[in-house]
């Protein structure tokens, strides 16, 4: 009897202790080499990052302990500031962020430090990418496409760890992001309310060392997806952002259209469609914004193509303006909340790979 009681008690016990562990299951969407793990969890931030790490373990230490390396193998001196430069981010980044990555060290059975470091890389880089929104009459059904193009660098193999992340926040709104395994940053995504984020790096070599006295972006992008409902909640968030570095973001509202956003720190400029204050002017176009990395030829495609715009027009506009170092693509339709994910394959960049089919709607939460 006293053993019985004994093992009642530790089945009480690990009863109480299983939701704090969060609820999650993985699954997958593509085939064969095109195919990439979905990873689907819920809960508190703690939660939703332990869950994240149990599901990606494997996956989490290969992909930071790999990206680290390439960094320092690229500039010794410059990623050897990577402690510094969290330091310097830590008090805008808010506390569900930090909880969030201790949930997935602890999840993956790796430290901290790791996924802070890992965090920190894209602090000191720099990188330069694409985005187009387009909308209502340009579009052949009115609703909003919207293009991501990471072009980053295939050399550091982060494309063998490729990861679509859902998530279900007890206090938020449901969301996914693409990115890498140990990625809790967000560097594209879409939310449950239709909300499309995209981001072009423009901070040169000559700039660095950066000013890091604000929130990056990634955080930033975070939060956009978990708090904005409308295009004028995300406006709201990056406006009082303490910002840094210079970017570009693209952000679209599957109801109510889009704007590209020039975000120089301290300054930023919003431009929506066919506005004579874009940089771009004359070259605009009403339900029309772009950013890209061949603006000469996306510029040509739109105009042939306006209002004639779905998924696959998108898609071929995303690897019109695609590059070499096309690291990971994404087309959304944020209207219906799908997206379609590309991402290299050794060196065979995103823009030349198979565009894979994802659905927002097609996850449910999970329990635990």
């Known amino acids: 009897?006293?053993?019985?009681?004994?093992?009642?008690?530790?089945?009480?016990?690990?009863?109480?202790?299983?939701?704090?562990?969060?609820?999650?299951?993985?699954?997958?969407?593509?085939?064969?080499?095109?195919?990439?793990?979905?990873?689907?969890?819920?809960?508190?931030?703690?939660?939703?990052?332990?869950?994240?790490?149990?599901?990606?373990?494997?996956?989490?230490?290969?992909?930071?302990?790999?990206?680290?390396?390439?960094?320092?193998?690229?500039d010794p001196a410059r990623y050897a500031a990577l402690d510094a430069a969290w330091a310097t981010v830590e008090p805008y980044?808010?506390?569900?962020?930090?909880?969030?990555?201790?949930?997935?060290?602890?999840?993956?059975?790796?430290?901290?430090?790791?996924?802070?470091?890992?965090?920190?890389?894209?602090?000191?880089?720099?990188?330069?990418?694409?985005?187009?929104?387009?909308?209502g009459a340009a579009s052949a059904n009115g609703h909003l496409y919207q293009i991501r193009n990471l072009d980053y660098t295939t050399d550091a193999g982060l494309q063998d760890y490729a990861v679509i992340a859902v998530y279900f926040p007890d206090d938020g709104i449901a969301h996914a992001t693409v990115a890498f395994a140990g990625f809790v940053g967000s560097i594209a995504g879409l939310n449950a309310r239709g909300i499309a984020l995209t981001e072009k790096g423009a901070s040169p070599d000559a700039d660095y060392p950066f000013?890091?006295?604000?929130?990056?972006?990634?955080?930033?992008?975070?939060?956009?997806?978990?708090?904005?409902?409308?295009?004028?909640?995300?406006?709201?968030?990056?406006?009082?952002?303490?910002?840094?570095?210079?970017?570009?973001?693209?952000?679209?509202?599957?109801?109510?259209?889009?704007?590209?956003?020039?975000?120089?720190?301290?300054?930023?400029?919003?431009?929506?469609?066919?506005?004579?204050?874009?940089?771009?002017?004359?070259?605009?176009?009403?339900?029309?914004?772009?950013?890209?990395?061949?603006?000469d030829q996306a510029w040509e495609h739109l105009n042939a193509h306006y209002g004639k715009y779905d998924a696959e027009l998108m898609i071929e506009l995303s690897r019109l303006v695609g590059t070499d170092g096309g690291l990971m693509y994404v087309v959304y339709d944020a209207t219906s909340r799908e997206m379609w994910v590309a991402y290299a394959e050794g060196n065979t960049p995103a823009h030349e790979r198979e565009y894979v089919h994802f659905k927002l709607s097609d996850y449910k939460r999970p329990r635990g």
């Open 1 to 74: 009897m006293r053993r019985f009681s004994v093992v009642l008690a530790c089945v009480v016990i690990a009863a109480a202790i299983r939701p704090a562990l969060g609820a999650g299951y993985r699954t997958s969407v593509g085939s064969g080499a095109d195919q990439i793990p979905v990873v689907v969890v819920s809960g508190t931030p703690y939660e939703m990052g332990y869950s994240y790490g149990r599901l990606m373990r494997t996956e989490v230490r290969g992909c930071l302990e790999r990206y680290l390396a390439a960094g320092k193998a690229e």
């Open 93 to 135: 980044v808010p506390s569900r962020f930090i909880e969030e990555m201790r949930g997935v060290a602890d999840g993956a059975g790796v430290s901290y430090e790791l996924i802070r470091r890992a965090h920190s890389i894209p602090l000191v880089s720099n990188y330069a990418c694409s985005g187009v929104a387009v909308w």
């Open 211 to 295: 000013d890091l006295h604000g929130v990056p972006f990634m955080v930033m992008f975070r939060n956009i997806l978990q708090d904005a409902a409308s295009l004028e909640d995300a406006l709201k968030i990056v406006r009082e952002a303490k910002r840094i570095k210079k970017y570009y973001y693209v952000i679209g509202d599957g109801r109510h259209g889009g704007v590209k956003i020039r975000a120089f720190a301290p300054n930023l400029d919003i431009w929506g469609g066919n506005d004579p204050t874009d940089e771009v002017y004359p070259k605009v176009l009403p339900n029309v914004v772009y950013v890209t990395m061949h603006n």
